[in-house]
């Protein structure tokens, strides 16, 4: 069973910056997932994604994050980043990061990773204060 681990998460004041990173830690599944991506959910709310990367490093965020937001990962750690700078309280969410051995073009794979048929973590809490 392949397993997402997600860390970086915390609580910050607005206009603050958080890390959040993505951990594979079960081998071989790493190189096979075309598609990977972030996305939250906020108490009471449904899940949004909010960056996606495809497997020709082309990437997709959703309008409420774009240019704050930046995805990216490191192959050689097996690793995929979520930078998250300029941070509202809307932000305060649930993230979770989701992985699928599909290549999904990535302006696609931001709604699509929200479904079941995709790997993802066990979340981590961001907390955005005014």
């Known amino acids: 069973q392949a397993q997402l681990v997600e860390s970086g998460g915390g609580s910050v004041q607005a206009g603050g910056s958080l890390r959040l990173s993505c951990v594979c830690v079960a081998s071989g599944y790493w190189s096979s997932w075309y598609s990977m991506g972030w996305f939250r959910q906020a108490p009471g709310k449904v899940r949004e994604g909010v960056a996606a990367?495809?497997?020709?490093?082309?990437?997709s965020y959703a309008e409420s994050v774009k240019g704050r937001f930046t995805i990216s990962k490191d192959n050689a750690k097996q690793t995929l980043y979520l930078q998250m700078n300029t941070l509202k309280p809307e932000d305060t969410a649930m993230y979770y990061c989701?992985?699928?051995?599909?290549?999904?073009?990535?302006?696609?794979?931001?709604?699509?990773?929200?479904?079941?048929?995709?790997?993802w973590g066990q979340g981590t809490q961001v907390t955005v204060s005014s």
């Open positions: 990367m495809d497997r020709g490093g082309t990437t």
């Open positions: 989701a992985a699928l051995g599909v290549d999904i073009p990535a302006i696609q794979y931001i709604t699509y990773m929200t479904s079941g048929d995709n790997y």
